[in-house]
């Protein structure tokens, strides 16, 4: 049911996806192109002194690349040249009038204005008091082919405007919801201790880093100029890459994707950021490329991506299924970013709605599939645990008189003590070889689980272990502990008669009795209590059995030495 909310969702994101975005709409006016090696900035008339296309939009690499916007008349009077941010060495903008006077402007990347309206800058027209009739924007050593493509020209900032406003809000409410899955990624990864909410919890950091540039929210906090802007979002989309491909690497659940996939993908994940920044640095000899070495680099990490979501599916992960939902709508605005990157559109086209929606989806759906998973490990670890606990009980419990053994109180000894279990008695079985040797061992085996049963009356301040043979262990703790256990060894013959026929003659018991201080300045370990209580029943057996010997510890002991013997 969750998963087809999710995809409701996703189709209704999509669908909204596809209407207009309000962003960067620009003077409607016809668009032509030139590129070579002519600087149209030294010409007297830059119209005439290149051969436009107006029917491609894809300049080709050129130490020079224009566009020239034609106005009709009544056109609105622009006042900025807005674009795409890329990297370029100058922008020459040239504008001729109703008179025919050309007037004109030259900016470098440190001199254009960010803008907060999207990963767009603007450069003011150099116009004067009559309308602008020809616009033409050039661009030298331009890396960035839809920094021209996607330029438009803007009566105001259109980071200004009222529209603009609201979408800031609705970015802002964005921003609110990514804390959500962030709070809830770490207290997963406090309980799980698995990578997979750490990787999330980076993944919805790099989105928040993502909105805030591509949405150019980010200008409206820090003075950030072009160059620093275009650097932090070439290496911003690397992140969202690598983190993403390693999130998706540590979400699958175990054997759902291939080792060998399992073991490139962080190397993938490392290419991605390198192609980013040999991209960000702009290297000359990369120039010619533009930004197609950029756009066909990240290619393999898209392949490696779809591979690792492919493998998984095939092979049944429900977790992925989560986050193929909620990533969808960003799967269409890095295609979008790619396409317009590589091949220019005539209508520029802006991924920020795709990527609005896909945060969106990706927040709520992918945050489902982290508490699925969650939940499902969690009840995959309580049933292992419950598995182990059972396993250790089982490990822990004489199989044939169901009672502990040595094993499940050694460890405990000193947490019990500290609970008040200070008296501690051997007990041991008197003449019980002959048992065995006369009516076999069937017969000696109903006479230990008859002990059992006796040593089992007193389940709330009493445990009862089998140390081994005819041997057993009672500690005690509350009033009357001495005297309840001497009890217990006092009954154990006529139970025995009870529950066991044929024997000859009574089984009796011998019991060494030890009582230990509550507190005391050396810690008694069980190896040194047993020893000295099983002492004291030897004392008991040879002096006559069918008797206990007990003993107190001093309080003040520091060593047997200086324990002391009281009664008998």
């Given at each position: 049911m969750a998963i087809r909310k999710a995809i409701a969702l996703a189709f209704t994101a999509f669908l909204a996806a596809f209407l207009p975005s309000a962003a960067m709409a620009g003077e409607s006016a016809q668009a032509c192109y030139a590129a070579g090696s002519v600087d149209l900035a030294r010409q007297a008339d830059p119209a005439a002194a290149a051969a436009w296309d107006c029917t491609s939009n894809k300049p080709t690499t050129a130490e020079y690349a224009a566009r020239k916007f034609e106005l009709g008349e009544g056109s609105d009077f622009p006042r900025y040249l807005a674009t795409r941010i890329g990297g370029f060495e100058r922008l020459d903008l040239m504008v001729v009038d109703a008179s025919g006077t050309w007037h004109r402007a030259s900016y470098t990347m440190d001199e254009v204005e960010p803008v907060s309206d999207g990963p767009f800058f603007i450069a003011a027209l150099p116009v004067g008091?009559?309308?602008?009739?020809?616009?033409?924007a050039q661009f030298s050593a331009l890396s960035h082919n839809p920094t021209l493509s996607a330029a438009s020209l803007e009566e105001a900032d259109p980071g200004t405007t009222p529209e603009r406003m609201r979408e800031l809000l609705f970015i802002a409410a964005l921003f609110g919801m990514l804390l959500i899955p962030i709070i809830f990624d770490l207290a997963f990864w406090r309980a799980l201790?698995?990578?997979?909410?750490?990787?999330?919890?980076?993944l919805t950091a790099c989105f928040g880093m993502m909105i805030g540039l591509r949405s150019g929210l980010v200008h409206l906090y820090f003075d950030l100029d072009l160059a620093t802007t275009r650097v932090l979002l070439t290496m911003n989309f690397g992140?969202?890459?690598?983190?993403?491909?390693?999130?998706?690497r540590s979400f699958a659940e175990a054997g759902k994707l291939p080792r060998w996939l399992y073991r490139v993908i962080p190397w993938v994940a490392v290419w991605a950021l390198m192609v980013s920044a040999i991209h960000a640095a702009r290297f000359e000899i990369l120039q010619p490329l533009g930004g197609d070495f950029h756009s066909y680099g990240l290619l393999p990490v898209l392949a490696a991506y779809f591979g690792a979501i492919?493998?998984?599916l095939y092979r049944g992960s429900r977790s992925i299924r989560y986050q193929v939902v909620g990533l969808a709508p960003i799967f269409v605005a890095v295609f979008v970013q790619l396409a317009t990157d590589?091949?220019?559109?005539?209508?520029?086209?802006?991924?920020?709605?795709?990527?609005y929606l896909g945060v969106l989806t990706e927040t709520i759906a992918t945050a489902m599939g982290v508490t699925d998973r969650f939940l499902a490990l969690r009840r995959e670890r309580d049933s292992a645990v419950a598995r182990s606990d059972a396993m250790a009980r089982l490990t822990e419990l004489d199989p044939l008189t169901g009672l502990m053994n040595r094993r499940a109180i050694d460890s405990r000894f000193r947490e019990l003590h500290q609970e008040g279990y200070r008296t501690f008695a051997v007990l041991d079985l008197d003449k019980f070889k002959a048992v065995n040797d006369t009516l076999g061992h069937a017969t000696g085996d109903n006479v230990l689980v008859s002990v059992a049963g006796v040593l089992r009356e007193d389940p709330t301040d009493?445990?009862?272990?089998?140390?081994?043979?005819?041997?057993?262990?009672?500690?005690?703790?509350?009033?009357g502990a001495v005297e309840r256990a001497e009890q217990l060894r006092e009954a154990i013959p006529g139970r025995i008669a009870r529950d066991v026929s044929g024997l000859s003659a009574p089984l009796t018991?011998?019991?060494?009795?030890l009582v230990l201080p509550p507190h005391s300045k050396k810690q008694v370990s069980f190896t040194h209590a047993y020893a000295r209580a099983d002492k004291l029943l030897y004392e008991a057996k040879?002096?006559?059995?069918?008797?206990m010997v007990m003993e107190y510890v001093d309080r003040q002991a520091d060593a047997p030495s200086s324990w002391r013997a009281r009664a008998a």
């Open positions: 008091e009559e309308a602008p009739q020809t616009v033409i201790r698995q990578s997979f909410p750490l990787w999330h919890l980076l992140l969202v890459c690598a983190v993403g491909l390693m999130f998706t492919g493998f998984a590589v091949v220019s559109l005539t209508v520029p086209t802006s991924s920020l709605t795709f990527l009493m445990i009862a272990i089998r140390i081994g043979g005819e041997e057993f262990l009672i500690i005690l703790r509350g009033e018991a011998s019991m060494g009795l040879a002096s006559g059995r069918n008797r």
